[in-house]
């Protein structure tokens, strides 16, 4: 009988050895499951985030791009309304303010398609008011728009621009000269471009 019981408990005990055993690897099994899933997500979210900073990276340079051909808000206005603006304010200089009215009017419906915002909204109220706010917009509110879309432009170089033309947008920047945004539009880009270039040049030839 004792025999008997020894034998009972070793089978018991192999049967819970072997339990014991097989939960242990199926636990292995899933703990080693679990990090081939994490490695693949971590993966994938890698992948994922080199997808989108290239996508990031090209949109930020198609935008400095159209940025830099560009140039100035005045640049990218049609030379038909540029012609108009000017008619508009030698007529205003001359006193003529039926005829600058006119002008200035004409000008403005054809810059509520502006790519500038500022320009755009000072178009847009000089339109809803009367003649004065269109003298006013021929005079005042258009050229300082104008200013102020050039610096937002300024103000995107700085932040995606090559080092010398971001360096040359951030002085333009901080200058107490109204006008210093568009005469770096105007000069500036071209000059920094040229000087940057020049020292890739000497660095490739070493």
Same mark, same amino acid.
């Given at each position: 009988?004792?025999?008997?019981?020894?034998?009972?408990?070793?089978?018991?005990?192999?049967? &819970?050895?072997?339990?014991?055993?097989?939960?242990?690897?199926?636990?292995? +099994?899933?703990? !080693?499951?679990?990090?081939? &899933?994490?490695? !693949?997500?971590?993966?994938?979210?890698?992948?994922? $985030?080199?997808?989108? @900073?290239?996508?990031?990276?090209? /949109?930020? /340079?198609?935008?400095?791009?159209?940025?830099?051909?560009?140039?100035?808000?005045?640049?990218?206005?049609?030379?038909?309304?540029?012609?108009?603006?000017?008619?508009? /304010?030698?007529?205003?200089? @001359?006193? +003529?303010?039926?005829?600058?009215?006119?002008?200035?009017?004409?000008?403005?419906?054809?810059?509520?398609?502006?790519?500038?915002?500022?320009?755009?909204?000072?178009?847009?109220? &000089?339109?809803?008011? $009367?003649?004065?706010?269109?003298?006013?917009?021929?005079?005042?509110?258009?050229?300082?728009?104008?200013? /102020?879309?050039?610096?937002?432009?300024?103000?995107?170089?700085?932040?995606? @621009? &090559?080092?010398?033309?971001?360096? $040359? @947008?951030?002085?333009?920047?901080?200058?107490?000269?109204?006008?210093?945004?568009?005469?770096?539009?105007?000069?500036?880009?071209? +000059?920094?471009?040229?000087?940057?270039?020049?020292?890739?040049?000497?660095?490739?030839?070493?």
């Amino acid at each position: 009988e004792l025999a008997t019981r020894s034998r009972v408990f070793a089978e018991e005990a192999m049967k &819970a050895a072997t339990t014991a055993a097989d939960a242990v690897k199926e636990a292995t +099994d899933v703990e !080693a499951a679990a990090r081939e &899933a994490e490695a !693949a997500r971590i993966e994938q979210d890698t992948e994922v $985030g080199i997808i989108a @900073a290239r996508l990031k990276a090209a /949109q930020e /340079q198609e935008a400095l791009k159209r940025i830099e051909t560009q140039r100035t808000q005045s640049d990218q206005t049609a030379q038909e309304i540029r012609d108009l603006i000017a008619r508009a /304010q030698d007529a205003f200089t @001359a006193g +003529d303010e039926a005829k600058a009215v006119s002008s200035g009017r004409e000008a403005a419906v054809k810059l509520l398609d502006s790519h500038g915002t500022w320009t755009r909204q000072a178009a847009e109220f &000089a339109l809803a008011a $009367g003649d004065y706010e269109i003298l006013n917009w021929i005079d005042v509110d258009r050229p300082a728009a104008q200013r /102020q879309d050039d610096r937002e432009t300024v103000l995107a170089l700085a932040e995606m @621009a &090559a080092p010398d033309v971001a360096a $040359g @947008a951030h002085v333009a920047l901080k200058s107490q000269d109204p006008d210093a945004a568009s005469q770096f539009l105007e000069k500036g880009v071209t +000059d920094t471009s040229v000087e940057e270039n020049r020292v890739k040049v000497f660095t490739i030839l070493g």
